[in-house]
């Protein structure tokens, strides 16, 4: 399987799961409504961890443009695979939302609350703020680079699997920890994807996409990203 591929199917799992978690819990008459944050922040850290078990032997499971790009300035990944990677990322977590949406199909119209709805596909902030909500993200991802860049340092050696099983605690302990600001997408391809994908679907009383937010969840983990990657480059390197 190429790295374009691996890359595409493992985000659209990603998605499937993390996405289908926050269906399940918010959408009306679904039999995990109310499930609450705990349910979604483990929803995704397995979601994480299973998308990378299927496609890190063939492409190393970033599934991430801001960790994609993070591991190429730390020298972990050739420039060349990052554009690729980033649009078979997009791609796929596109098409994970659209497969979700067809999912839970008879819920959207038994949901009266767009907002909810648009949380299926998105983050958004707990108390709008572009400063706090920029940096909520920029924080979570450099928590999330810094961490998996430092598991490849040296001495720090992990018996075969058990590193992708860490990859979806840690998610778990990012959701927990430092989410409740954001959602925590800390991650662009998973919140510009499905974004698009609400904007376009024909989702009954869906309300706005809320375009004005969007660029937070896209530039936040972004800088996040390098700033872990720098970080990284001066501690352990």
Excluded: C
């Excluded at 949406?101 to 902030?125: C, I, M, N, Q, R």
């Excluded at 810094?146 to 992708?164: E, M, N, R, Y």
């Amino acid at each position: 399987m190429s790295h374009f591929m691996a890359e595409l199917l493992g985000t659209m799992i990603l998605i499937i799961l993390g996405n289908g978690v926050v269906a399940g819990v918010v959408l009306n008459k679904s039999k995990a409504q109310h499930g609450g944050w705990v349910v979604i922040t483990f929803g995704w850290g397995f979601a994480v961890m299973v998308a990378a078990y299927m496609v890190g032997h063939y492409s190393g499971a970033f599934l991430n443009p801001a960790l994609t790009v993070g591991f190429a300035l730390a020298g972990k990944l050739a420039w060349a695979e990052v554009g690729p990677m980033i649009v078979a990322q997009m791609i796929g977590a596109f098409l994970g939302a659209v497969i979700v949406w067809l999912h839970y199909l008879p819920h959207w119209k038994e949901t009266e609350d767009p907002e909810a709805k648009l949380a299926v596909f998105s983050t958004g902030p707990a108390i709008r703020s572009p400063f706090a909500n920029l940096l909520s993200e920029i924080i979570g991802t450099f928590v999330l680079v810094l961490v998996l860049l430092s598991w490849g340092a040296k001495g720090i050696v992990f018996a075969d699997g058990l590193q992708t099983l860490a990859a979806g605690f840690l998610i778990v302990a990012i959701g927990m920890s430092l989410g409740g600001t954001t959602g925590y997408a800390i991650n662009p391809a998973r919140d510009l994807g499905p974004r698009i994908a609400h904007a376009i679907l024909p989702i009954a009383g869906k309300g706005s996409s809320d375009w004005g937010y969007a660029w937070i969840p896209v530039a936040g983990p972004m800088i996040g990203a390098v700033l872990a990657a720098v970080s990284y480059t001066g501690l352990f390197q």
